[in-house]
């Protein structure tokens, strides 16, 4: 069952439902040392060094109006009903590791997660406007919006779990398969966070049945989650994995867990006996409280991997704000793998150089953002001939390994 929460922290909770926001600690306290104000300093560094470094990389200025204006790039264009197209052919066929859809959780406002609509609401929307966001691909991918976007994050967050979101209500299965149409992504897993609610936390179960009933297990692949503090977790673990699930997610900051906490050995021991592969929400975004950040550090990722040495563990968004780490992190051992989703042209190229290309995974995080915007950065910084292999590497060939 799931863990008991008082009064206070029950609305909350609604905002761990998307990705990245948090709740209090629910009476658990951070041991000294777990977080320091040397770790404080270095977020702020990693700001700063990002902003300062933006355009100034291997590739040049990478700016452009909106997810439509990355139809300046050779490999797109917008065709005659306004939509943003991948036309290259010679483009891989794609595996987006990191999706979501639309969330309706606590009282479970409705939902259609079959209906169609003309153009998805992203929840982070860079063409909310005519004239489109200044979309800078060599920044945090977070760093594009402002505090207002932020704000509108939040609350339509919130109204999830509530009176329903208008966001929500377009971040469905058809508009899903539209938009990877349009983008040459021919597969995604589907990713599920177990938040905590005392009900209403269904969506592994939820997004499942509706890709069932949708009839697209082909194309869409639905992952699972348990919380690490339900007392159930292990039982819920067996029978998601029997419906087929093989992806499970589990998202330190929003659940409030250490990722190399002695309690999630046993859930880890369970997930190698099941041959499913754990993925991450990996280091600090920016956007989540900062009273979640200590659980997000990357070296409270190593225990686990040390620990699990025949365990497949993704480290999704590359680390967020704290690449650079969990890159030299994801070197050292040979079950980390890395989700690329977020990061800039520059640090993609880092660790390309870096891994060759090995275990890299192509990832959206969607309905947060358009596909095109991780699709336009794993092109920019594959367009040199000679990593083309790379290009087919991180785009589909290591997920398809990864998955065996």
């Known amino acids: 069952m799931p863990h008991e929460l008082d009064r206070r922290q029950f609305l909350t909770l609604l905002a761990s439902a ?18 320091t104000e040397d770790d404080i300093a270095l977020l702020a560094a990693h700001y700063e060094t990002e902003a300062a470094r933006s ?24 065709d005659r009903s306004g939509t943003l197209r991948c036309v290259d052919e010679s483009v891989p066929l794609a595996i987006d590791f990191h999706c979501h859809f639309g969330i309706s959780v606590l009282f479970e406002p409705d ?8 153009r998805v609401m992203h929840l982070l929307d860079c063409d909310a406007d005519e004239s489109g966001c200044d979309l800078d691909l060599d920044v945090y991918m977070n760093a594009n919006f402002t505090p207002d976007e932020l704000e509108t994050l939040r609350n339509h ?8 979101s208008r966001f929500a209500e377009t971040q469905t299965i058809p508009n899903l398969l539209r938009e990877m149409d349009a983008t040459r992504v021919e597969q995604a897993i589907i990713l599920p966070i177990a938040v905590g609610l005392p ?4 969506l592994t179960e939820n997004w499942k049945e509706a890709i069932d009933e949708a009839a697209v297990g082909d194309r869409l692949h639905a992952g699972l989650s348990v919380h690490p503090r339900d007392s159930d977790r292990l039982e819920r673990m067996r029978a998601f994995a029997r419906t087929g699930a093989r992806v499970m997610k589990l998202h330190p900051t929003v659940q409030r867990f250490f990722p ?6 046993e859930v880890y021991a369970l997930a190698e006996e099941l041959g499913l592969v754990i993925f991450f929400h990996g280091g600090r975004a920016g956007i989540e409280p900062e009273s979640s950040h200590p659980f997000a550090m990357p070296r409270h990722y190593e225990g686990a991997l040390a620990n699990f040495p025949n365990l497949r563990f993704v480290l999704g968004h590359g680390g967020a704000r704290d690449g650079v780490e969990m890159l030299a992190l994801a070197l050292r051992y040979e079950n980390a793998w890395l989700g690329i989703h977020g990061q800039s042209v520059t640090h993609l190229d880092e660790m390309i150089r870096r891994t060759g290309g090995e275990r890299l995974l192509f990832g959206t995080d969607w309905p947060f953002y358009h596909l095109a915007s991780s699709m336009a950065k794993v092109l920019i910084t594959t367009q040199d001939r000679g990593r083309h292999e790379v290009r087919a590497a991180i785009l589909r060939e290591n997920a398809l390994d990864l998955l065996g």
């Open 18 to 35: 998307a990705a990245g926001l948090s709740f209090p600690a629910c009476g658990r306290g951070i041991e000294p040392g777990r977080y």
């Open 55 to 78: 355009g100034k990389g291997p590739f040049g200025a990478q700016r452009y109006r909106g997810y439509r204006g990355l139809a300046e790039l050779p490999w797109f264009e917008i």
């Open 111 to 118: 939902l259609d997660l079959h209906a169609e609509t003309d």
């Open 157 to 164: 967050t919130i109204a999830q779990g509530l009176f329903g």
């Open 199 to 202: 009900f209403g936390d269904n």
């Open 260 to 265: 190399d906490d002695p309690d999630m050995m």
